[in-house]
């Protein structure tokens, strides 16, 4: 479904990210695989290869102002083009009610969450207007849709998040770009892992009409798609991959 093309994910080490490189890759993609961890981005980008796919690591925190731009010109001296990415790194914040937050855990689910989306966005969008075409998926979460009691910093970084796609999918679809936010509910990854730790009885709490959480793969699958030009129709969703969570 993806053959030819070239793109970007981000947050690729672990978890959804590690889950979308390998399937961008074996439908057909060239990926540069992206993640603050060099160790982890060099492990997918290793079962990628040895799964018979392409793919290059260009490695740095989403949220330091220049990496995205670093990011697109990596990939364009890798591959020769940029036809698409998934803004995918992100963080969870410490549980704590809105009185109870730390201004600095606030600040860092901005940072890297909200606002690295957009710098990712701002150097990609550059590049593809200039092409006339490209997809780009970022990211949400159904905490991006409803409230995430105990989260509050996560759950506004993520509304924000479904907030600039939408954005940018209308400024855009007149150069042949599609913005989509994909809103995964509970998936099994690092965060989900390390959540279980802290508060099993949240996980509990929050488990889905299908009473599991999902495997990365499982989200996976609709990245490809909307990546493909089997989306081609389709711009500015939140697209959601919930298990039924928030059909209730
Ligand atoms: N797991 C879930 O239930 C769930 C549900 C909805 C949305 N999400 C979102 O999915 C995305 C992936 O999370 P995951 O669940 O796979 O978690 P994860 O912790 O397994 O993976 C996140 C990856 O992002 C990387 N990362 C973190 N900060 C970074 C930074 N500043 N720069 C570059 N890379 C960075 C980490 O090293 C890690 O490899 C996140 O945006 C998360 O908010 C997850």
Same mark, same amino acid.
């Given at each position: 479904?993806?053959?030819?093309?070239?793109?970007?994910?981000?947050?690729?080490?672990?978890?959804?990210?590690?889950?979308? *490189?390998?399937?961008?890759?074996?439908?057909?993609?060239?990926?540069?695989?992206? %993640?603050?961890?060099?160790?982890?981005?060099?492990?997918?980008?290793?079962?990628?290869?040895? $799964?018979?796919?392409?793919?290059?690591?260009?490695?740095? %925190?989403?949220? !330091?102002?220049? /990496?995205?731009?670093?990011?697109?010109?990596?990939?364009?001296?890798?591959?020769? !083009?940029?036809?698409?990415?998934?803004?995918?790194?992100?963080?969870?914040?410490?549980?704590?009610?809105?009185?109870?937050?730390?201004?600095?855990? /606030?600040?860092?689910?901005?940072?890297?969450?909200?606002?690295?989306?957009?710098?990712?966005?701002?150097?990609?969008?550059?590049?593809?207007?200039?092409?006339?075409?490209?997809?780009?998926?970022?990211?949400?979460?159904?905490?991006?849709?409803?409230?995430?009691? /105990?989260?509050?910093?996560?759950?506004?970084?993520?509304?924000?998040?479904?907030?600039?796609?939408?954005?940018?999918?209308?400024?855009? *679809?007149?150069?042949?770009? !599609?913005?989509?936010?994909?809103?995964?509910?509970?998936?099994?990854?690092?965060?989900?892992? !390390?959540?279980?730790?802290?508060?099993?009885?949240?996980?509990?709490?929050?488990?889905?009409?299908?009473?599991?959480?999902?495997?990365?793969?499982?989200?996976?699958?609709?990245?490809? /798609?909307?990546?493909?030009?089997?989306?081609?129709?389709?711009?500015?969703?939140?697209?959601?991959?919930?298990?039924?969570?928030? $059909?209730?």
């Amino acid at each position: 479904m993806l053959e030819g093309k070239a793109i970007i994910v981000t947050g690729a080490g672990s978890g959804i990210g590690r889950a979308s *490189a390998l399937a961008v890759a074996a439908a057909g993609a060239k990926v540069m695989v992206s %993640d603050i961890s060099q160790v982890t981005a060099l492990e997918t980008a290793s079962q990628i290869r040895t $799964a018979g796919g392409i793919a290059q690591i260009h490695c740095g %925190d989403v949220s !330091r102002s220049g /990496f995205a731009e670093e990011l697109v010109q990596a990939t364009l001296a890798a591959f020769e !083009r940029l036809d698409g990415a998934h803004n995918n790194a992100g963080v969870e914040t410490p549980i704590a009610l809105i009185t109870e937050i730390e201004e600095a855990d /606030f600040d860092r689910s901005m940072a890297v969450n909200l606002k690295a989306v957009w710098l990712a966005m701002r150097a990609q969008l550059r590049h593809m207007a200039k092409s006339g075409s490209g997809a780009i998926v970022n990211t949400a979460s159904v905490g991006g849709l409803t409230a995430v009691p /105990f989260n509050a910093g996560y759950s506004a970084a993520k509304h924000g998040v479904v907030g600039l796609s939408r954005t940018a999918a209308v400024e855009f *679809a007149p150069m042949g770009i !599609r913005v989509n936010a994909l809103c995964p509910g509970l998936t099994r990854s690092g965060m989900t892992e !390390r959540l279980i730790q802290a508060a099993p009885e949240m996980i509990e709490a929050i488990m889905p009409p299908m009473k599991r959480m999902a495997n990365p793969a499982e989200i996976a699958g609709t990245v490809v /798609f909307l990546l493909s030009d089997q989306a081609t129709y389709l711009t500015g969703q939140a697209v959601t991959v919930d298990g039924g969570a928030t $059909a209730i």
